[in-house]
């Protein structure tokens, strides 16, 4: 009787335990736990994951990896709003919002309080060491290997530009803006786009194998340059377009603008816009009916355009002719910036660094008096305005009248050819 009962029990046991096995086996599986990542990429800023919301398993490792854009500067990565490297991974063990950011060169631009330029000597030795190591925001360079007359023509200026934008401003902490020097109303005959004869003296016929667009002779009396119609379209394919240049023996340049991009410049500074108002420009324009100003206006126009279809946040400054805006507002949309050689103090022009001509001239009233008549005009629209003068000993004067107009001051010699030995006051740390 009692073995009975307990193999009763026991059987029961049994059939209890079958019966919770056969309802484990029916219940459903339990669903799986996903989160959300959200990624928000600003602009200025290439990799991946792009911006967008995604789910993945819980547990699950995932990889993200970004890096600046040409233009940009000052890549911040955060997860959950903590700072984290520009690539690693990510564990999804709950939702998770990934930010990634940058500033662009027009942010850094606006923030410029000292500026240099050379245009003359980059490529000999110690010339880019002094460049890095200056305190200098903006840095306006000539690009050097684009001249054809010597060895220039093998500087690796792609090298220069790099190392120069990984070099710190004035604050220690941002980027040097590095920009181009070029010179879009004159032609230059030592440029790599000079294929033909040399030698035009004044007073003699324009020589017969020069295109038809090269018009006259620097009235400052700068050897070797030749205002032109820069409406020409053989002109605008010089700077801007390259379709039809042939650079043999040297390299593969196309166009002037796209030699700059590829060096890696953040703009260009472009010289020589007061061709607009030469008079042997002004002649050629009248009788072909074309308005100066305006043809003017529409090149920088077309230079700002190719190169925005090719970099963000590139820069374009002005260097004189500050009376182009009268009666012409749209060149204030097609600038960044405005630079003003001699307001107070100019020189004779020289090569030589030491020429004694060449800085502390006082400039002549009226002069003055349109210079600060226009440049303000360019502040209200909310645009930079640089002065470059020439002063040595009357350095001191100049720097304490530009800031008094909001103007950003550099004291140099009209050779361009190094470093002012006169900084602007509070430039040394």
Known sequence: MVFSSIVAWGTGLLFIGLLFWACRISEPPQPETFYTLTVSVGAGVSGSPLSGSYSYKAGQVLSYDYSLERGSWDLQVSLDSISIPGSGSVTMNQDHFLSVSAHGNKELFKKVKFWAYQIQA????????????????????????????GDEKYFDTRAMVERLKGTKGSDGQKPKLVIAYIDIGEAEDWRWYWR??????EGDPRPADWPSFILTHDPDGWE????????????????????N???????????????????????????????????????????L???????????????????ASRVDHFIIIQQNASNLCDGRPALFSVIDAIAQEGIWFEGEPADNWNDPDSYDQPVPRRWREDYLYYLPQYLQRGLLVFDCEYALLKADEAYSLSPAWSFIPYCTRTSLAALTTTPPPGYWP
């Open 196 to 201: 033909w004869s040399t030698g035009w003296e």
């Open 245 to 287: 240049q042939d650079s043999h023996p040297y390299g593969d340049y196309t166009s002037i603008m796209d030699e700059v991009i590829k060096d890696g410049f953040d703009g260009v500074y472009l010289d020589w816009v007061e061709a607009f108002e030469n008079e042997e420009v002004l002649a050629e324009a009248k009788r």
């Open 224 to 243: 070797g340059n030749f205002p032109v119609a820069y409406w020409d379209n053989r002109w605008k394919d010089i700077v801007i377009y390259g379709k």
């Open 289 to 307: 009916g074309k308005d100066a100003g305006q043809e003017m206006i529409g090149f920088i126009q077309e230079i700002r355009n190719y190169a």
């Open 122 to 149: 980059v490529g000999v030795p110690g010339a880019v060491d002094q460049l890095a190591g200056s305190h200098y925001d903006l840095l306006v360079l000539e690009p050097t290997r684009t001249d054809w007359s």
